[in-house]
C-alpha cells in the first residue's frame, strides 16, 4: 500500500491515538478565479463527487487519527455544511470528535485570524481539551494520499522540533514554493521562500524539497512557540513565514519525504500530489481521473476517501439514433446524470449532470447540476456548479470570442458561471 518505508514501525498506532490533526481550511484560493467567489477553496469539488479537503480528513482518519480540529475562515458556509453532512461519524465514547473551529474573535474582539500560526493560537484552549501530545498540522487544499502515522514515527525517531512534510519537485519547478534545504541526515539546515535557485536534495542535483504545508510538532513545545509568537508584533503570525525558519535556526527541524508515506496501490507510476491553486491546475487534475491508468487512484478500497454521499438514482444513457447516441468514452460520470442524445468524451461529471441532444462535451469539468441544452459545443471547459447553458453555445473553438464573455485562463481553459450565461442576454 506504500511506497518507501513500510507500515512495520512499531508503536504507530499508539502514536496516532496521542495525536490530533488541526486542518488549517479558512482561505479563499483566489487563484482559482469564480469557482472561490461562494466557497473556501477546501470546499471546492473534485473527482465526481469529494470535496478538496476530503483528501486530508481521510487520511487522517485511515492513518488512525480521529481527533481533529478544522479552522475555517473565508466564505465557510458550504464547508461547514458539508463537514456536517459527511464528517458525522465521529464518537465522542470512542474519544472521536471533529471540531469546526470558524474564526470567532476568540482572543481579541477585533481580530480573525491573521496567519496560519494565528488560526491554531486562537484554538490553543480547545487544543489542550484534546489530551494529545502530537498535533499534526495540515493544509485543507491539496490532492493526495498520505499515511500521516509514518511522519508521526519519524518525528519521535529523530527528536525533531518540527517535521516538515516535503515533496519532491524537479529543482526549478520550486520557485513558487517554500523550499528547505537538508543535510544528509534530513535535517534541515535553511529555508527558501520561493527562491530563484532553489537548493537541491544531497545526491540528487535536479531535485528539491518542496514544503507541502505539513507539519508535526510536539503539543507543548508548539503551544510554547506560539505565545512567544503572538507577542511579537513583527511577525506574520504564519508557520511558513515565520516559525518554521526559526526553528531552523534556533532549534531542530526535519524533512519528511512524501514519497516514505505516500499511499500507492500499485498502478501509479509515481507519488501523486497536487496544488489545484489554479484554474488550469484543477482541470487537469480532475481530467487527469478520466485517463485509462490514472496518476491518482481514488477507487481502492484500502485507502478509501470519504465524503458526504448524496442519494442519487444511477447515472443513465439514452436515445440511440446514428446522431443521437447517449454515449460517454473515456469519462467519470457520476450519479444522477442523464447523457440524452449526447457525446461526451474524456470529461468528468459530477452529480445530477443533465445532457441535451445533439450536444457535445470534450474534456469537460462540469461541477454538480450542470445542464447542457441542445447543440451546445463545448470543449477544455469547466462548469461552476448549477450553469445552465443555451441550445447551441459554442465554447473552446474561438478563444477570444470565449474571453469576451467568459474566464479564459492561461492555459486555455474556459471557465464558465451562470452570471456570466445570464450577462449573454443582458
Sequence with gaps: MQSGQSATQAGTGALTRQAMAFVLAGGRGSRLEELTDRRAKPAVYFGGKSRIIDFALSNAVNSGIRRIGVATQYKAHSLIRHLQRGWNFFRAERNEMLDILPASQRVDERQWYLGTADAVTQNIDIIEGYGVNYIVILAGDHIYKMDYSVMLAQHVETGADVTVGCVEVPRMEATGFGVMHVDESSRIIDFFEKPADPPAMPGNPEVALA?????????????????????????????????????????????????????????????????????????????????????????????????????????????????????????????????????????????????????????????????????????????????????GLVVGEDPEEDARHFRVSKGGVTLITQKMIDALNS
Excluded at 474534456?363 to 471547459?381: E, F, M, S, W
Design 211 to 391: 514544503s507541502m504545508g505539513i507539519y508535526v510538532f510536539e503539543t507543548n513545545f508548539l503551544i510554547d512557540l506560539l505565545h512567544k509568537d503572538a507577542a511579537d508584533p513583527e511577525s506574520d503570525h504564519d508557520f511558513g513565514k515565520n516559525l518554521i525558519p526559526q526553528i531552523v535556526k534556533h532549534g531542530k527541524a526535519v524533512a519528511h519525504k512524501f514519497s516514505d508515506s505516500c499511499v500507492m496501490t500499485g498502478s501509479e507510476p509515481k507519488p501523486y500530489w497536487r496544488d489545484v491553486g489554479t484554474v488550469d491546475a484543477f482541470w487537469q487534475a480532475n481530467i487527469d481521473l478520466t485517463q485509462f491508468v490514472p496518476e491518482l487512484d481514488i477507487y481502492s478500497q484500502d485507502w478509501p476517501i470519504w465524503t458526504y454521499s448524496e442519494v442519487t438514482p444511477p447515472a443513465k444513457f439514452i436515445h440511440d439514433e446514428e446522431d443521437r447516441r447517449g454515449s460517454a468514452v473515456s469519462s467519470m460520470v457520476s450519479g444522477g446524470c442523464i447523457i440524452s442524445g449526447a457525446n461526451v468524451a474524456e470529461s468528468l461529471l459530477f452529480t445530477g449532470v443533465h445532457c441535451r441532444s445533439y450536444s457535445e462535451l470534450d474534456k469537460v469539468v462540469a461541477l454538480p447540476h450542470c445542464v447542457i441544452n441542445r447543440k451546445a459545443r463545448l470543449r477544455n471547459v469547466v462548469l461552476d456548479r448549477g450553469v445552465v447553458i443555451p441550445e
